[in-house]
RNA sequence: GUCCCCAUCGUCUAGCCCGGUCAGGACACCACCCUUUCACGGUGAGAACCGGGGUUCGAAUCCCCGUGGGGACGCCA
């Protein structure tokens, strides 16, 4: 059996979107779990859209998800790897102008118009095309079978010539895609199923060239979660660019994972699981036949078990970039022992890295945000103002060594007047942290430590 | 409009190929437990075979027709 070689082609013509990741992943899983060939190529043909940053930013964004490639530009845009190229079709032009040439003279080709077009083979007829309000030329051909790895036998009729060279001399994306398939001894073409319908024209042009078609393999579209609408998820929907799961902070891994079961899973239960798992299970005829919609909530959860399993150290160094990038990190990141305290309250608690400024922000400030109703609902039952006046008279003598002793300290704080733990609990809460949820009150005291404790309690006695 | 693909809980899905298990799991939602808050975790509940015809002793599973969803119909990729 020949060698397995699949690639992902993106075209830098927008930003890097989550089905075009997922394309590119399954591509990638498919070569590591075969021992195959993972290449990328650059569609660069259309130059009135192409854009070097989004060159650039499929790069990062394939680097940041952990999809390398065997075969194509190096990641960082200098030079290139593999024996195959170039691997930029803007620089293939001359191999183009040779298929074509072949093509011409063979006949399969014509020019009309300043154009190339590929000639179709049949009987010839006029008819009026009701979706475009003209009349056109169609061709009576034999139909194309695709046996698709996915999809099984796919019949489909071409029945009009179509361009391969624009008349500004470019050529145009089937025929590019083609040629590049073959030249790169593409195995496996593994697609989106939007490609499905121009499979019968690809399937024509490598008959045209006497070469025999790749298999295919058309995978599933993403659709939009229902509370976003109908259709396949587009860039312009939220939570639709890996961009932002890259500004999130996301980690990668649990992306891959997620992304990785929307249109295949491994047979049985399991969901979470490690990539050298997904990698050794995945397999094309394995892979879903229907569509998938995206569900942000199920990604987050996802990402919150990774983030729970991350050693401390990780943690922090997750912690500390997101910081680096925030307004006001640089108080975050002052004191590395503090730090380390606040980062072990909040990592059983968060679901991404970028919860991390709003669960820990009083933290690192005095001056933090109070919840205006949490305020009301606390200040509103019992005695809040005599509690608060208890804690103060108490705490200079509160032993701040351990959590046990701050909730020793608490408990026999409220026995002495009678009362429980939970009647000082809501207020104490309020006054240090601005809010109702958050690490345990023993814990938030000791963390806090006794000065900024006693502060914060004294502040909210004179404010109500 | 034409062509192509698809169809199990709200969502991702197992089961389908090789008909016969209370149709299983996960996310979400709800309840309870754990918890001195909020989460996590645990237990439990509700929740699906799109409809109609066949074939068969028996259909989620095989076939056909509807319906619904998606995609493609560019000198974009």
């Known amino acids: 059996m020949s060698p397995v070689r699949v690639r992902f082609a993106p075209s830098p013509t927008g930003f890097f979107h989550i089905g075009s990741a997922r394309t590119a992943l399954f591509n990638w899983l498919y070569a590591r779990h075969t021992g195959g060939t993972f290449i990328l190529r650059i569609e660069d043909t259309d130059q009135a859209r192409n854009r070097e940053e989004y060159l650039r930013l499929i790069y990062d964004s394939l680097t940041w998800l952990g999809l390398d490639w065997d075969e194509g530009p190096n990641p960082d845009g200098a030079g290139e790897r593999g024996h195959f190229g170039p691997y930029r079709q803007s620089q293939r032009s001359a191999l183009y102008t040779g298929y074509k040439h072949r093509l011409l003279e063979t006949g399969r080709a014509y020019e009309k118009d300043g154009a190339v077009w590929f000639r179709l083979l049949g009987e010839r007829y006029r008819v009026f095309d009701d979706h475009r309000q003209k009349e056109v030329e169609k061709v009576k051909g034999a139909p194309v079978v695709i046996n698709d790895l996915i999809r099984g036998r796919v019949e489909r009729r071409e029945d009009e010539d179509f361009v391969i060279f624009r008349s500004d001399g470019n050529p145009v994306f089937h025929f590019v895609n083609v040629v590049d398939d073959i030249t790169m001894q593409v195995s496996h073409v593994i697609r989106g199923e939007d490609h499905l319908s121009n499979?019968?024209?690809?399937?024509?042009?490598?008959?045209?060239?006497?070469?025999?078609?790749?298999?295919?393999?058309?995978?599933?579209?993403?659709?939009?979660?229902?509370e976003m609408g109908q259709g396949k998820m587009s860039k312009r929907d939220r939570g639709a660019l890996i961009e932002e799961y890259q500004q999130r902070r996301f980690l990668p891994e649990a992306?891959?994972?997620?992304?990785?079961?929307?249109?295949?899973n491994p047979g049985d239960d399991r969901e979470k699981m490690p990539l050298a798992d997904i990698i050794r299970l995945f397999d094309l005829p394995g892979v879903n036949q229907s569509n998938?919609?995206?569900?942000?909530?199920?990604?987050?959860?996802?990402?919150?078990?990774?983030?729970?399993?991350?050693?401390?150290?990780?943690?922090?160094?997750?912690?500390?970039?997101?910081?680096?990038?925030?307004?006001?990190g640089a108080a975050a990141l002052a004191d590395?022992?503090?730090?380390?305290?606040?980062?072990?309250?909040?990592?059983?608690?968060?679901?991404?890295?970028?919860e991390l400024g709003a669960y820990t922000g009083y933290f690192f400030t005095d001056e933090f945000a109070t919840d205006p109703k949490v305020r009301e609902k606390v200040m509103a039952k019992g005695d809040p103002q005599a509690r608060l006046a208890e804690l103060i008279a108490a705490l200079p003598a509160l032993d701040f060594s351990s959590d046990i002793a701050v909730e020793a300290g608490l408990k026999a704080l409220a026995e002495s007047h009678g009362l429980g733990f939970g009647d000082y609990q809501a207020v104490a809460r309020l006054a240090v942290s601005g809010t109702n949820a958050g690490p345990s009150l023993t814990a938030l005291f000791r963390v806090l430590g006794q000065d900024r404790v006693l502060a914060r309690l004294q502040r909210l006695q004179a404010q109500a």
Request: no cysteine; charged share 15%; net charge positive.
């Open 292 to 328: 998938a919609r995206f569900d942000a909530r199920k990604l987050a959860h996802l990402n919150m078990t990774y983030l729970l399993e991350q050693p401390a150290e990780k943690f922090a160094a997750l912690a500390r970039a997101y910081f680096t990038t925030q307004p006001n």
């Open 255 to 264: 992306l891959v994972n997620y992304l990785s079961q929307l249109g295949w």
């Open 336 to 354: 590395a022992a503090y730090f380390q305290k606040v980062l072990a309250l909040a990592q059983p608690k968060i679901k991404s890295i970028d």
């Open 199 to 226: 499979t019968s024209k690809h399937v024509l042009l490598y008959e045209g060239f006497g070469v025999t078609p790749p298999a295919f393999a058309h995978i599933p579209l993403i659709l939009k979660s229902p």
